[in-house]
């Protein structure tokens, strides 16, 4: 009788779960309040970009670079970026992401895997180009640190400078520089994002995975973006296989590509990303990139954008 009670408890238990779950992802709707898009794919200016977002009644924008300018945020004096601060502000919209260049250079003391040929004095500008980046790594930091607190930005994108042959050998060497970084960016109350870059040495789920591991979580998050291992030499599924790999807590921001969600050769399950990211109780924010090179980026927002609002509607 015993052993039959306890069966009944556990039944119990197991049907208050599973008929919670659906009640919780009902209210963890992932759709056009979560929504948002990096401003210089979508849009020739800024104020362009204030008629996409509102275009699609979205709450949030994406920065990178000035829209038409061709200058990254983070680089802007500071009375342009109270400028542009106001701007958005007057818009109703927030910055849900801030995304950086930083660290998508080489480690020094590596050899990256070049897709083309260096002429040797190239080469030797080049590195001496990254090694100069390196060295004022902490300054740019607390450059684009202050901007992301004119504009209103919470978390700041970093990469894991450019691959080399054995990405694993160095993976420790480059958490203790990101978490240097971090602990700059937290004490201004600016979280960092880890992102997976195929040209990076964190470019897959699992090395996302196992990076954010050797960081202090308070401090450091993942921005995932499936896209970025879909094709070749990766070929990563992103859902379930990506999906499941990573500490769903440490997301901080998610990115799709507009080829993902376009191109019949390219899709990602987004409709199964979604109902998961509800279901596991994903509080960020979606942000579109684009990513196409051919003219049309523009276009492809719209379509692109159009489909992230489809997908969300009807599944």
């Known amino acids: 009788m015993q052993n039959n009670g306890c069966y009944m408890l556990r039944r119990r238990e197991f049907l208050a779960a599973a008929c919670a779950a ?59 970026l109270k400028l542009a601060a106001k701007e958005f502000k007057d818009a109703g919209l927030k910055i849900s992401f801030f995304n950086t ?63 080399v042959a054995e990405p694993a050998k160095v993976e420790q060497r480059i958490a203790e520089i990101l978490g240097e970084m971090a602990r700059v960016a937290e004490k201004e109350g600016v979280k960092i994002l880890v992102e997976n870059e195929g040209s990076c040495n964190v470019a897959t789920s699992p090395e996302l995975a196992s990076m954010v591991k050797l960081l202090p979580e308070k401090s450091v998050g993942l921005n995932w973006d499936p896209h970025n291992a879909f094709g070749a030499p990766f070929k990563e599924v992103a859902y379930p296989d990506g999906y499941r790999v ?57 379509r692109s954008m159009q489909e992230m609002l489809r997908i969300s509607e009807t599944s």
Request: glycine letters at 6%.
């Open 101 to 163: 260049p930083y660290l998508k250079i080489t480690l020094p003391g590596t050899e990256p895997i070049r897709r083309r040929t260096e002429a040797p004095d190239a080469r030797e500008k080049r590195i001496a180009r990254e090694q100069a980046e390196f060295d004022r790594r902490i300054d740019d930091l607390k450059q684009g640190i202050r901007a992301a607190q004119i504009l209103g930005a919470t978390q700041m994108r970093l990469f894991t400078f450019l691959r």
């Open 246 to 302: 990573l500490p769903m807590k440490r997301i901080g921001n998610l990115q799709t590509k507009g080829k993902s969600l376009l191109e019949a050769t390219e899709k990602i399950d987004w409709t199964s990303i979604f109902h998961a990211l509800e279901r596991d109780g994903y509080q960020g924010n979606i942000g579109l990139e684009t990513h196409y090179f051919d003219g049309t980026k523009i276009e492809k927002s719209h």
């Open 22 to 80: 659906p009640l919780l992802a009902a209210k963890n709707h992932i759709g056009r309040s979560r929504f948002s898009f990096i401003t210089d794919e979508a849009a020739a200016t800024p104020a362009d970009a204030i008629v996409f977002a509102h275009k699609y009644e979205l709450q949030y924008v994406e920065l990178r670079e000035v829209p038409g300018a061709k200058i990254h945020y983070c680089k802007l004096p500071e009375a342009d």
